[in-house]
Structure formats: structure tokens, C-alpha cells
């Protein structure tokens, strides 16, 4: 397996438009997660999902914020209009529901808007 | 879940034993200690659990005390590879999911 993979790897807009991030998680994994990271904040957890249902979206920062599982190999999450303030580096991570199961992490999509 | 406590930073000489401490004096018994950590541009990485016996794997050792509030990870031999922030994440298993949330974590050091 590939891992979890997410697009763009970078990804600069200017201030307004609209980004989407993207983000394929590991096979047979039924649970997502889409992180935050700033030198400010740390890494913040914005969204979860499982089985393709937002399960706790209470990190989200705000409305220009969503996030969407339309099936078990993808999930967006998207910011429009973008803010400066929205630079940081976004990462997905998947796992097994249930149990004991280690979270595995994309490489993560470095945000910067301008 | 219970909040963690971890030095800001730690340095460590290569090939030396790296010992992360990790303060989690609210946790419950159906909390378990995970290590994660971040090499400098990744994703995080798991490294190990644990509940309540001491465990070991390729890549590390967990402690944790007998009352389980507190544990140390020890790296046996750092390498330069390990530098990298360590998280230490205390997290109940009842819910079924495993929701993570990060602190601060440790900034480990290893130099030659």
C-alpha cells in the first residue's frame, strides 16, 4: 500500500480564493482525520471521520471551513474564502476503527495564502 | 481524555539511550499511552503503547509506572535519525474511535 496520500504536496493562493486539499487514505481503513499544524498552535485535530460520517468536526475553525467523505478512498477538505491566517501545513491521517490500531499519516499538503 | 505533560526540549549524544519522560497523573484505567513522533517536515509516526506492562518493539521502550502516572520512552541507541518531536497521548479506548489529539511534545536533539 501507498500510504495515505494527499494533494497538492504544496499548494499558494492568494487571499480569497478558494483551496481544496485532498486526501486518499489507506485501503480498509474506515476512519479519517484531517490535522492542522502552525508554529503557533501546534498540531490540532480539525475533523474526523468514520465510515464516511463526520463523527466530531468541533475543530474546525470556522464556516469557511468543511470537510467531505463522499466515499471510503477520498475526503476533501476545503477553505473558502482563504485567509493568510490559514497557512499552515494540513495532514490526513487513517486508521482501523476498533480495538487498538495505529493512525498512519500523509506527508501532509504546506498551505500558504498570499 | 487526560491531558500530558513533556519537557519542552531534550538533547541526547548518538548512540547514547534517549529516556522521554511523560507526566499523565489524570489518567483513567482505560486510558492507554501512545508515542508519536514528528521528523521535521513529516507526518507523524507511530512508535509504541501501552496500558500497564512495560513494552518493547524494533523501535523503542515504554515504562510506565506502577500507578500509571507517568511513563518514559526510551530510545536504546539514539541515532541522528531520531531527532525529531516526540507526543506522548494519553487516549481511552471506549469510544471505539480513535479520536488523537497532539500536545506539545519534546523536541529531541540527538547530535554527534
Known amino acids: 500500500d501507498a500510504g495515505v496520500i494527499q494533494s497538492p504536496r504544496h499548494e499558494v493562493t492568494e487571499m480569497g480564493q478558494e483551496v481544496t486539499l485532498r486526501c486518499k487514505p489507506i485501503?480498509?481503513?474506515?476512519?479519517l482525520f484531517w490535522y492542522r499544524q502552525t508554529m503557533m498552535r501546534g498540531l490540532e485535530l480539525l475533523i474526523y471521520f468514520n465510515n464516511n460520517v463526520p463523527i466530531d468536526d468541533s475543530g474546525m475553525p470556522e464556516d469557511r471551513f468543511s470537510a467531505k467523505m463522499p466515499n471510503a478512498s477520498f475526503s476533501t477538505l476545503k477553505i473558502q474564502p482563504s485567509e493568510p491566517r490559514d497557512s499552515a501545513v494540513y495532514f490526513c491521517?487513517?486508521?482501523?476503527?476498533?480495538?487498538?490500531?495505529?493512525?498512519?499519516f500523509g506527508q501532509g499538503t504546506r498551505l500558504t495564502v498570499v | 481524555d487526560a491531558k500530558t505533560t513533556q519537557p519542552t526540549s531534550m538533547d541526547c549524544a548518538e548512540g547514547r539511550a534517549a529516556n522521554l519522560p511523560c507526566n499523565h497523573s489524570t489518567i483513567s484505567g482505560n486510558e492507554y499511552v501512545y508515542w508519536y513522533r514528528q521528523i521535521h517536515s513529516q507526518g507523524p509516526q507511530y512508535i509504541i503503547h501501552?496500558?500497564?506492562n512495560n513494552e518493547t518493539n524494533e523501535m523503542a521502550s515504554l515504562i510506565i509506572t506502577e500507578d500509571r502516572k507517568s511513563s518514559t520512552l526510551i530510545l536504546p541507541h539514539a541515532t541522528l535519525r531520531d531527532t525529531a518531536v516526540y507526543y506522548c497521548?494519553?487516549?481511552?479506548?471506549?469510544?471505539?474511535?480513535?479520536?488523537?489529539?497532539f500536545g506539545t511534545g519534546t523536541r529531541l536533539l540527538v547530535s554527534p
Open positions: 485501503s480498509g481503513h474506515n476512519s
Open positions: 497521548i494519553v487516549r481511552s479506548m471506549n469510544t471505539g474511535f480513535q479520536k488523537l489529539v
Open positions: 491521517a487513517s486508521t482501523k476503527t476498533g480495538g487498538f490500531t495505529e493512525a498512519f
Open positions: 501501552g496500558l500497564k
